[in-house]
Each structure stands twice: as structure tokens, then as C-alpha cells.
Nanobody, 126 residues
Framework: QVQLVESGGGLVQAGGSLRLACAVS????????MGWFRQAPEKEREFVGT????????FYADSVKGRFTVSRDNAKNMVYLHMSSLRVEDTAVYYC???????????????????WGQGTQVTVSS
């Protein structure tokens, strides 16, 4: 069993930065692909970014590419989402998610992830 707990959300002005953290408990953290997703009110959950096992490979949604960075620390069982140049449209609840590398085929699809955190609210004001 894997448990995820996000932290670091809050209110920030447009153009500002924020770092979200996801603490992962459970064994074999390094066997999991970690993803970040977000969901704004009345919108579907959307892919933000993902990081593979070795942390050498990351993938991002076009809407955040160049502004957001996903990183992981396998020694500390932590995943991070560094967000900069934030926009009002980045406002959403942000979730981290985990999927075992043996079972995931599409890292951009939220249906492929088995474990989810409770989410953390990010609000960007104009």
C-alpha cells in the first residue's frame, strides 16, 4: 500500500512561485512513476507533469512546460512540483499520484495511477 500526502499549496499572486511537496509512504518508492494532476472547479482532472523512476525523465503538459518542474528524491520518498510564472488559470486543486512502473502505459492519463493524495489548493490571484 502506498500513501501520499501533499503540502505547500496556498494563495499567490500571478507571476509568483510556489513549491508543492508530496510525501510518499510505503515500500519500493523507487518502483513508482509519480505524477501531478490538477482539477479546477467544474473541469476534468488534467495532467500536469510526471517523473519516471530514475528522475532523469520528466514530461509536462504544454500549458505548464517551461514554468513547472517535477523532481523527486528517492532517498527521502518525496516528490516536488516547482511552479513559477504562475497564472490565474493555474488555480486548481493539485494532486500527486503514483503508478507502478510495471503497470503504467500512458503517464498522462489519470486513470493509470493507482494511488492519490488528498490534494492541495493552489489559488493564483490577478
Amino acid at each position: 500500500q502506498v500513501q501520499l500526502v501533499e503540502s505547500g499549496g496556498g494563495l499567490v499572486q500571478a507571476g509568483g512561485s510556489l513549491r508543492l511537496a508530496c510525501a510518499v509512504s510505503g515500500r519500493d518508492f523507487s518502483d513508482y512513476v509519480m505524477g501531478w494532476f490538477r482539477q479546477a472547479p467544474e473541469k476534468e482532472r488534467e495532467f500536469v507533469g510526471t517523473i519516471r523512476l530514475s528522475a532523469a525523465a520528466t514530461f509536462y503538459a504544454d500549458s505548464v512546460k517551461g514554468r513547472f518542474t517535477v523532481s523527486r528524491d528517492n532517498a527521502k520518498n518525496m516528490v516536488y512540483l516547482h511552479m513559477s510564472s504562475l497564472r490565474v488559470e493555474d488555480t486548481a486543486v493539485y494532486y500527486c499520484a503514483a503508478a507502478h512502473f510495471n503497470r503504467i502505459t500512458n503517464m498522462r492519463s489519470f486513470t493509470q495511477y493507482d494511488y492519490w493524495g488528498q490534494g492541495t489548493q493552489v489559488t493564483v490571484s490577478s
